[in-house]
């Protein structure tokens, strides 16, 4: 029986929601005089992505999957980059929002001097559901061991996104992330971001690396559920899962499915009925193929029903 590999996004795949605001609170709890106030920097990201992005959009190709219908085709290795190299080069793009948000916190210090037990403090601290739910029974039930467990995440802090899951079911080597550097201490934070996990056209180029360093004998799985998880959950090498449940945020639902994916609307029909728990939604070569799943309780019966 081959091992089953999980790469999974972090932000609202693995937890309940988006947990960059959690993060920042951090530097604030440990430098209470940091300025400028956190808003300011949301500013910063909205304004860029608001001058930027639109001009990107002229050139994506979209819905992703129209071709691909139309053709009645497989996602293969050989066809991937011509079917998606307008999004590929739209994530590209993208790349520079982002790193306009990174300089201004850069420039202001916002994470300087914070150290790794001030992280690990900071997670027991936190009170609220973070985690969502089945994300460790599907481990535990699914027996996947420490190795076999990834993260591929935009968020900035290996420490905190491993200390949230739990050492025990993460390597700190498994978590690749847009991640805060450390100073020469090796146990604080510079201030600055390693940059190279920033959107979609990054975690595919990482994706394939951790691809080539699993050794035989996997099935492997990536699971998200953003814009920026979609070229990994349509890479043919491996299963891909988009955890969505339209019950519990159909404006994203829709967006992501049906603008953006353009999945065939039968499909869709068929997913919104609550007794469907999953449904598989496009093909891929060597019995590949990606799937809408609702919750990790349907995750873990998806991946038990390919075992």
């Known amino acids: 029986m081959s091992r089953n590999i999980l790469i999974c996004d972090f932000d609202e795949t693995i937890t309940v929601k988006d947990t960059i605001a959690l993060l920042a609170r951090l530097a604030y709890r ?28 002229m050139d994506r190709c979209l819905p992703l999957l129209s071709n691909i219908y139309m053709n009645h085709t497989k996602i293969t290795d050989g066809n991937f980059q011509d079917l998606f190299q307008c999004e590929i080069k739209y994530q590209k793009l993208c790349r520079n929002i982002e790193l306009n948000s ?6 202001y210090n916002v994470f300087k001097g914070i150290t790794t037990q001030d992280v690990i403090d900071y997670v027991d601290t ?3 559901l973070v985690i969502r739910q089945g994300f460790l029974n599907c481990l535990k039930v699914l027996d996947i061991q420490l190795g076999q467990l990834y993260i591929l995440s935009i968020n900035w802090s290996r ?32 201030g600055l971001f390693s940059k190279q996990l920033l959107t979609g056209s990054d975690k595919i180029h990482t994706l ?45 639902f829709n967006k992501i499915t049906k603008e ?37 309780t349907d995750v873990t019966t998806l991946i038990q029903s390919h075992n």
């Open 126 to 128: 936190l009170d609220e």
């Open 260 to 296: 953006i994916l353009g999945i065939e609307s039968e499909t869709l029909s068929k997913f919104y009925i609550k007794d469907t728990r999953y449904a598989k939604f496009i093909e891929k070569e060597n019995d590949m193929a990606s799937y809408l799943v609702k919750t990790w």
């Open 159 to 190: 420490e905190f996104i491993r200390n949230v899951i739990s050492s025990s079911y993460v390597r700190s080597s498994n978590i690749y992330c847009n991640a805060l550097l450390h100073d020469t201490t090796r146990c604080r934070y510079s």
């Open 208 to 252: 394939q690396e951790i691809c080539q360093c699993t050794g035989e004998d996997k099935t492997i799985w990536y699971i998200g559920d953003s814009e920026t998880d979609l070229l990994s959950i349509l890479y043919p090498e491996i299963n891909g899962i988009l955890l969505l449940d339209p019950e519990e945020n159909e404006k994203k």
């Open 30 to 57: 440990v430098n209470p005089k940091l300025k400028p106030e956190w808003s300011h920097f949301e500013a910063t990201y909205m304004n860029g992505y608001n001058e930027l992005q639109h001009t990107y959009l």
């Open 102 to 107: 990174m300089k201004e916190m850069e420039k």
